[in-house]
């Protein structure tokens, strides 16, 4: 178990398409490993700065190359 895991939720701003939001979901460590995986403060920031790819290619195959991404914690980037 994480040293000093933090409680966290995820939230996605609803992108309109039902399809995309899925992949995004899907797509997200933050998400996927909320439960089943606890994580400290430091590991937390790592695991969001690993979700940015992961997420642009999400949005990228539906064909959003321009897509913009905003992940924060506690009200930060």
Do not use: C, K, N
């Not at 899907?26 to 940015?52: K, Y």
């Amino acid at each position: 178990m994480a040293a000093d895991p933090q409680p966290y939720t995820v939230t996605f701003a609803p992108t309109g398409q039902p399809q995309v939001d899925t992949a995004l979901a899907d797509s997200a460590m933050l998400a996927t490993l909320r439960e089943v995986a606890p994580a400290g403060p430091f590991a937390l920031v790592a695991r969001a700065r690993g979700d940015g790819p992961r997420l642009l290619q999400a949005v990228q195959s539906f064909g959003y190359y321009a897509a913009r991404l905003r992940i924060r914690i506690a009200g930060r980037d």
